[in-house]
Structure formats: structure tokens, C-alpha cells
């Protein structure tokens, strides 16, 4: 029986470009795809379905937001990086390369467009971001979570394909879960997710939000907020002020569940 072929994902930095890229593995591999991955040097333990697969580790760097000094450096990084994934990508000869955007995915991107690999990308949001406008007249699809995406250039809106946003296997699990019973006197959960880097507005909206309500009924709330490192202290004064219960951590491996067992749900993404 002949093998199914190989395909490669290129992924790294936040959750954001990270777990779509998670999700798609999932499913590639119960359908019986090999896989492999290939990320930045400098990017974090691998967790899920991405901790199974061979992994490999190319230079890269963001160059958005930084000084002369350090733009070229980064460019210097992903030039770097793109030979290292050219090499890799001749060794292990993948059908297909697909990214999901970020500074982590270009250099193994440029490597596919210059090895003539066939290769797409995944915009997870309702704007194409710079890393996968850079790549967009590279590939030969464009995949989207949205049906009207931004900043796509007129040149490669005819590879725009709609697939929607790849979710997790954990996540597709608990979707069924019947919303929690609330009785009169029982606590109410609420989740506060900024994505994976959490949302500094969220630590300072949210507690002044619940100052405002009634103190018998904020006795009866518990919160658990993911919270950037910088806010963690603040957050954690602000409910003990307000005498809610409360969880704070800058990151959640259990989100899932979390939001299943919430009455509310605060959140956004990015």
C-alpha cells in the first residue's frame, strides 16, 4: 500500500498561528498523512497533536515595529532561515507546504516558492497579516477563516479559498456540553481570554465593570482570567479589592473546559 504523501506545516510564535495549525495536523493525521513541522528556533514547547510530529527549527524574525539596527538583523534572520528550509525542504520533498502566517512561517514559505513546492496559507483573521501578505502572490492558496478578508492583494484574490478556521480536537469535544445550570444561589462563572498573549484592556475594563455590581450579587461570581505577566499583580489586587474569586494566569492549557463550565464569556481574539 502505498504511503500517503508528506505534508509540511509551518507554524510558530502565538496561539493564534499556532493551534489552527494544531488542528489541521489533527485531522490530516487521522487521515493517515505524514507530517512534519517547521518552526523558529526561538519558538516554545510544542504541546498537542505538534509535540508528535518530526519537528524542525529555522532562523526568523519579526521585523514590524523595530528600530534600522534590528530590521536588518531580522532580515538577515529570515535569509538565513529560508536556506536552512530550502535544504530541508529538497531532503524531505513534502507535497505541500502549508503555512499559517506569523514571522515563523515565511523563511520555510520563501524556501517552497523558491524550491517550487507546491505550498498555501492560512489567514486566521478578517485582515490578511504582513507575513502572509508578503506571501500571497507565492502560493497557489490563499485559505480563509472569513469570507471577506482584507488587504489581499487584486493579483491573488483568485486563489482565495473559504475554509473557515481550523479548530482543535479538544475544542470540537466540549461544544456539545449543555450550557451549566445557575440556581439563584450559585456562583457564576465567568472566563476572561485575550488570546494567547492576553488583552491588557481586559485587566483594567473588567474588574471596573464588576465595581459596578450589586455587592450581593458579585460575592456570587468567580473569574478566571488569563492576563498578561506585567498584569498578573494588578488583576489579582483589583478582585481581592472587590471580593470576587478569582483565577489568574497568563495562560490556560485547559481553555476548553474553562469556557464549557462559564455562564459568561469575555473575550477576543489576537
Known sequence: MMAKPLVVLAAGGTGGHVFPAEALAAELGNRGYRLALVTDRRGGNLKGRLAELETHRVRAGGIAGK?????????????????????????????????????????TMLAAAYSGTKAAIHEQNAVLGRANRLLASRVEKIATSFEKVLAIPETSKSNVITTGM?????????RDRTYPNLKAEDTINIAVFGGSQGAHIFSTVVPAALRLVDV???????????????????????????????????????????????????????
Open 67 to 107: 528600530g534600522l539596527v534590528a530590521r536588518i538583523f531580522s532580515a538577515v534572520e529570515i535569509i538565513i532561515g529560508t536556506l536552512q528550509a530550502w535544504f530541508l525542504l529538497r531532503r524531505l520533498k513534502p507535497a505541500v507546504v502549508v503555512g499559517f502566517g506569523g514571522y515563523a512561517s515565511v523563511p
Open 166 to 174: 481550523p479548530v482543535r480536537p479538544q475544542v470540537t469535544l466540549v
Open 216 to 270: 450581593n450579587l458579585r460575592q456570587r461570581i468567580a473569574v478566571t482570567q488569563q492576563s498578561r505577566a506585567e498584569d498578573v499583580e494588578q488583576v489579582q489586587a483589583a478582585y481581592r479589592d472587590l471580593g470576587v474569586e478569582a483565577t489568574i494566569s497568563t495562560f490556560f492549557d485547559d481553555v476548553p473546559n474553562r469556557i464549557a463550565d462559564a455562564h459568561i464569556v469575555i473575550c477576543r481574539s489576537g
